[in-house]
T-cell receptor, first 116, second 112 residues
């Protein structure tokens, strides 16, 4: 069982909806990540938080808004998404800081997002 | 341009044989390279990490090699089993000691 928990597992939303994806880890990791994965493609990095501060934003559209309320939680707020944003959204954490030696990533099971 | 290439999209192998997966990269100078396993609809699971100054790493039936001259890593599963069937992803730090960039993966099928 993964030690990174993501909710919801599945989400269907319209283009005008506002929703959030949530991620939680209790391993004391200092870095947390959001990756996006389309079918038969590799995970693509979106955001990195290091010590609860946004350290990397890989030019992600503003309709995706990350938030790190505390060291254990990571949210991804979604607004005015497009159908092409439908994908598996993966949260991960690492002992490394995210901008230094990352070390291994611990992934959650993902949230499968469908935008209608 | 920067590329991470895994030799084939799919690989079929007979149970008991050794599976060898290849990861080649271009225009990167990684400090380390990692291998992950991903089952359908699930998040990747870490398997092995190898650093630039290491030639080989082993864990149970798994072996990884790293050749920074050839810019290549090989991932071996010995005595393969049907339960080893999954997609295997290689990943490296895109700039020195920065978050991981993933290859497309190789879907391994071990046939009984």
């Amino acid at each position: 069982d993964t030690e990174v928990t993501q909710t919801p597992k599945h989400l269907v939303m319209g283009m005008t909806n506002k929703k959030s994806l949530k991620c939680e880890q209790h391993m004391g990791h200092r870095a947390m990540y959001w990756y996006k994965q389309k079918a038969k493609k590799p995970p693509e990095l979106m955001f990195v938080y290091s010590y609860e501060k946004l350290s990397i934003n890989e030019s992600v559209p503003s309709r995706f808004s990350p938030e790190c309320p505390n060291s254990s939680l990571l949210n991804l707020h979604l607004h005015a998404l497009q159908p092409e944003d439908s994908a598996l959204y993966l949260c991960a954490s690492s002992q490394g800081t995210g901008t230094g030696n990352t070390g291994e990533l611990f992934f959650g099971e993902g949230s499968r997002l469908t935008v209608l | 341009s920067q590329k991470i290439e895994q030799n084939s999209e799919a690989l079929n192998i007979q149970e008991g044989k050794t599976a060898t997966l290849t990861c080649n990269y271009t225009n990167y100078s990684p400090a380390y390279l990692q291998w992950y396993r991903q089952d359908p609809g699930r998040g990747p699971v870490f398997l092995l990490l190898i650093r630039e100054n290491e030639k080989e790493k082993r864990k149970e039936r798994l072996k990884v090699t790293f050749d920074t001259t050839l810019k290549q890593s090989l991932f071996h599963i010995t005595a393969s089993q049907p339960a080893d069937s999954a997609t295997y992803l290689c990943a490296l730090d895109s700039r020195r000691n920065t978050p991981l960039v993933f290859g497309k993966g190789t879907r391994l099928s071990v046939i009984a």
